[in-house]
């Protein structure tokens, strides 16, 4: 049997991934900061094989080997933990760079350290492609084209620095260690929840919508 970590298991995608593990046979290993909070993650144990075949363990982005357990021994993983928007005056830095950079590379540092993590998936975003000066010159985009981070940092674009930075990051850290890496660069994701709360994308997108 195949067995998986996804980060950030209560997330939006991250629950579309497990209940599409589970109802292939695979086995998985969900990662949250609060495994304890039924509130967040009781609705994964309803998912179809979830009982059997489950599961949730305690993890932290900025906690440096707190990912050992859940990638050792696993096939793959996919990387979903990552702070999408901080409100504002919070600490930047603290609340949203810091998670989603050095999150990143410590979920790598720990798939470096398993001998049976055959590909890494990081789910990145459309914000590390778009944000530079000369984008009139260069549409459509391709792989070759990066936010520029200090067109990010001269509008306060601190999600689309924070994006564009750990992908950097983690491409230059899989290519030195020999991790086969995947990025997908998604825009707005919405849909169906199968969690108890909307998620951050969506309440945005009620907003613009409902003024």
Partial sequence: MREYCVTGGSGFIAAYLIRSLLEKGCAVRATVRHPEDVDKVGFLWELNGA???????????????????????????????????????????????????????????????????????????CSSIRYRYDIDENTPLNESHWSDPEYCKAHNLWYAYAKTTAEREAWRFAEENGIDLVVVNPSFVVGPLLGPKPTSTLLLILSIIKG
């Fill in 51 to 125: 009982r059997e075949r489950l599961r949730i363990l305690k993890a932290d982005l900025l906690d440096e080997g707190s990912f050992d357990e859940a990638v050792d021994g696993v096939d793959g993983v996919f990387h979903t933990a990552s702070p999408v928007f901080v409100p504002h005056g919070d600490d930047v830095k603290a609340n949203l760079i810091d998670p989603c950079i050095k999150g990143t590379m410590n979920v790598l540092k720990s798939c470096k350290k398993s001998t049976t993590v055959k590909r890494v998936v990081l789910t990145s975003s």
